[in-house]
């Protein structure tokens, strides 16, 4: 139980899980989380999702509910469109969406676009506004790595471009579902060989489609350990991601946002790249985000 | 049923299906083909599978059984090693394999290995000695469109090297398993659209993971019609072969071996680099490899 009543909602909420947190200002006093991500839901399942997490949390004089993520999307419980590029991170822009529960005022956070190359996100840009809110000034670029890797060029407090990799989306389908399943460990790890990997797919990338069959073959073969062949694979995607973002990171400050074992690995390539990066937290990024939503109310 | 009782059966065992042909010296009498593919096959359960669907062929005083592709890998019926390249492709090797029945005699054609970079095949090999055997003397590249692409490097009779890319499979796994699912229709073409997305990842192959992503997004932005995204996706990932076997088919004669469907939009693709394709039908080569490997017992 929240020993003091909280002010408002924060809500994270994503494709495939929904996070709470009962605020007081910027101070969040509790979290909580369910699975009740969008990829489960229809548009009328969306309000009691929230009720039965965060219904509590609410009392009878209703309570500002600020929302981030694909809660926005086509999909999701409202569509919010998307605030196109150059522009600050939409924060001060939450839309007020409707409830059947009177006490339920529910704010989202718009997404972002851009026209060419066509990108969109959802959810990042709260991330971005919390980064920018506590690092007041800050020029350069931000790499929010994730199922769909993002490299967001910041200038003057706006987004001036973004690009998106599928680096995380093609990590699980390899990993999991491909003829590489059976060569690839769940968890483990070999620092040598991610860094060997990184550089073969930094420096040769259009050999990517033939360098994740080597890693099969080099289990048949010689019998490649499945956590080096994890490493490997992790090194290959993100060398193909850094290859194909080096326009975005080269020669530029760097800021990091994601959770530590996400964070990491694009951490240590763009130091094997001789660029330094910024570590922030992606939690507490979203949370700084949606509390600079919740006061622009 | 057989009108005129066969000498031999040939049968080519992949991951996803089992099929047989009752064959006259180098006629094949009839076809059968049944879902009895490794994926679903423990190693007992080979040989009745083989029964259910051939039985009838075989006579009280027995029959040569000639098999190949990935029945001699280790999830296989029996394991056959590899034999290293270079060497012709060895279906005059074939591997003379125990069954209960006594009236089966069963042979398996083996699989090739290259052991730097590490690469393997099974089944492959019996196709290219197929497309040697129709076209004596003949030198270059060979290029296997499917799963897992090969491009063969051919000289004198033998395999010199080889080289395998994942591209059919992360067509697959992208088109119904990720996020690009939602965007990508699941028949229909587009050939401008798929030349244009080649010539994009042939020429900055290492955008590719940005590329991918930017199908989806073009969809949400801009309605983009799910056939022309898959013909998109498809030139994406070409392309991206294309990048990485550049040194295998730059300037040489190069065959496509596979089935009309497969088959094509490589022979585009590489009619669209200036490099005229032989057309070869993959069925027809397996059983033309059979057949020398039969002739070799």
């Known amino acids: 139980m929240v020993q003091v009543a909280p002010d408002w909602i924060a809500v994270d909420w994503g494709t495939s899980r929904l996070r709470v947190w009962a605020m007081q200002g910027a101070t969040a006093r509790e979290q909580r989380q369910s699975e009740d991500g969008l990829t489960g839901l229809t548009p009328d399942a969306f309000e009691p999702a929230l009720l039965r997490l965060a219904g509590d949390w609410i009392g009878p004089d209703g309570m500002d509910i600020v929302a981030c993520g694909m809660v926005g999307a086509r999909q999701g419980w409202h569509e919010v469109p998307y605030v196109a590029v150059p522009t600050a991170p939409p924060v001060a822009a939450a839309v007020r969406s409707p409830a059947i529960d ?3 005022r529910l704010w989202i956070v ?7 190359p066509p990108d969109v996100m959802r959810g ?17 670029v931000i790499c929010l790595p994730g199922t769909h890797t993002k490299w967001v060029h910041v200038s003057a407090g706006e987004v001036v471009s ?11 389908l390899l990993a999991r ?3 590489l399943r059976h060569s690839i460990a769940e968890t483990g790890w070999d620092e040598d060989a ?19 069959f080597a890693l099969r073959a080099d289990d048949l073969l010689n019998g490649c350990p499945p956590d080096t062949a994890r490493a490997r694979l992790s090194g290959l995607l993100i060398g193909a991601d850094l290859a194909a973002s080096r326009a975005y990171w080269l020669g530029q400050q ?7 074992e996400t964070a990491a690995p694009y951490v240590r390539a763009l130091q094997l790249q001789g660029v330094p990066a910024t ?19």
Chains 1, 2 share one sequence.
Not at 110 to 116: E, T, V
């Open 194 to 212: 991610f860094a060997a990997a990184l550089d073969q797919a930094r420096s040769r990338p259009e050999r990517l489609a033939a360098a994740l």
């Open 177 to 179: 579902h491909s003829t």
């Open 162 to 172: 973004f690009q998106t990799a599928l680096t995380g989306e093609l990590f699980a």
């Open 279 to 297: 570590v922030a937290d992606g939690d507490r990024m979203t949370l700084a985000g949606l509390t600079a939503a919740h006061r622009a109310l």
């Open 110 to 116: 718009p997404g972002m676009k851009q026209a060419s």
């Open 254 to 260: 760097v800021a990091v946002i994601g959770a530590s």
């Open 124 to 140: 990042e840009e709260t991330q971005i506004a919390g980064f920018l809110a506590l690092n007041k000034g800050w020029d350069g």
């Open 102 to 104: 009177t006490r339920v």
